[in-house]
């Protein structure tokens, strides 16, 4: 069983940053691929990052590319999702997901994500 706990969420002006972050419990994240992922009002949930067990691969989504890094302090139990340059487009809530499949690497699909957080908000205001 893993716990997932997002913070950092809230309501910025265009251009703009924010750390996310998603807080694990139950398991260390040295022992799953960690995902985020976005839903806007009226639209489908769609992958923004992706970081493996070990931290060494990462993998983004169109809409991330060059603004959002994802990472993860082994330490605290915590990956963290770095976003810059805010748009409007971007105001969704923002949910981390945990993949336990082995060798999965930096997975991209809804369906290879076990366990899933309650979201953060992210609003951002043009």
């Known amino acids: 069983q893993v716990h997932l706990l997002e913070s950092g969420g809230g309501l910025v002006q265009a251009g703009d940053s924010l750390r996310l972050s998603c807080a694990a419990s139950g398991r260390p994240i040295t022992s799953f691929t960690t995902g985020w992922f976005r839903q806007a009002p009226g639209k489908e949930r769609q992958f923004v990052a992706a970081i493996d067990w070990s931290g060494r691969s990462t993998y983004y989504g169109d809409s991330a590319k060059g603004r959002f890094t994802i990472s993860k302090d082994n330490a605290k139990n915590t990956v963290y999702l770095q976003t810059s340059s805010l748009n409007s487009e971007d105001t969704a809530v923002y949910y981390c997901?945990?993949?336990?499949?082995?060798?999965?690497?930096?997975?991209?699909?809804?369906?290879?994500?076990?366990?899933w957080g309650q979201g953060t908000q992210v609003s951002v205001s043009s």
């Open positions: 997901a945990a993949s336990l499949a082995k060798d999965i690497g930096v997975a991209f699909m809804e369906e290879d994500y076990d366990y």
